[in-house]
T-cell receptor, first 113, second 119 residues
Framework: EAQVTQNPRYLITVTGKKLTVTCSQNMNHEYMSWYRQDPGLGLRQIYYSMNVEVTDKGDVPEGYKVSRKEKRNFPLILESPSPNQTSLYFC????????????FGPGTRLTVT | AQTVTQSQPEMSVQEAETVTLSCTYDTSESNYYLFWYKQPPSRQMILVIRQEAYKQQNATENRFSVNFQKAAKSFSLKISDSQLGDTAMYFCAFIPNQISNFGNEKLTFGTGTRLTIIP
């Protein structure tokens, strides 16, 4: 089944404790992206990647890192999480074929205390 | 920069009725794509319908249709014969033509409309 998976689905952590949210897609998509969703703000792009080793900032990159060492994986790293990073996070992928159809993961609910 | 505005934070409608969700956007691009996404309580983002700006014909998908007014920069979603399973948050989203966006397929989302279908 074609899908985007994220782990963990739920995470409660404390300020300053490094964490990684994994994202993996099995559709051989070139393009991958991370969004965060906050009430009243919709979804906002954090980082994106157009291919292996090609990443760039989105609209709200502060406090986040990403890497794209393999085509299928695009982990989101929070080196020193803070309470303002409490949010719902989505990974998305696309074949980058001008169809603009993006496939979203199931979301990761992160709480930083 | 593009912006997407959804002015109805919440709506409710009786089952089997028709409901229209509004969306306006602002852009200087001439070629772009518009989407409606549904987010049910499971939180999964589900693509409902897509409209290409250069197509004058309004997109339809079963009970879902759009009213795309390019000059007015308006993109409303009509749900006919609403069902309990339509209860969800609905997001309007915009993406400009990729060439002008340097390959970043960033979706610009509105703030969402929470739709409740009443039995």
């Amino acid at each position: 089944e074609a899908q985007v998976t994220q782990n963990p689905r739920y995470l409660i952590t404390v300020t300053g404790k490094k964490l990684t949210v994994t994202c993996s897609q099995n559709m051989n998509h070139e393009y991958m992206s991370w969004y965060r969703q906050d009430p009243g703000l919709g979804l906002r792009q954090i980082y994106y990647s157009m291919n292996v080793e090609v990443t760039d900032k989105g609209d709200v990159p502060e406090g986040y890192k990403v890497s794209r060492k393999e085509k299928r994986n695009f982990p989101l790293i929070l080196e020193s999480p803070s309470p303002n990073q409490t949010s719902l996070y989505f990974c998305a992928s696309s074949p980058a074929d001008f169809s603009y159809e993006q496939y979203f993961g199931p979301g990761t609910r992160l709480t930083v205390t | 920069a593009q912006t997407v505005t959804q002015s109805q934070p919440e709506m409710s409608v009786q089952e089997a009725e028709t409901v229209t969700l509004s969306c306006t956007y602002d852009t200087s691009e001439s070629n772009y794509y518009l989407f409606w996404y549904k987010q049910p309580p499971s939180r999964q983002m589900i693509l409902v319908i897509r409209q290409e700006a250069y197509k004058q014909q309004n997109a339809t998908e079963n009970r879902f249709s759009v009213n795309f007014q390019k000059a007015a920069k308006s993109f409303s979603l009509k749900i006919s014969d609403s069902q309990l399973g339509d209860t969800a948050m609905y997001f309007c989203a915009f993406i400009p033509n990729q060439i002008s966006n340097f390959g970043n397929e960033k979706l610009t989302f509105g703030t969402g409309t929470r739709l409740t279908i009443i039995p």
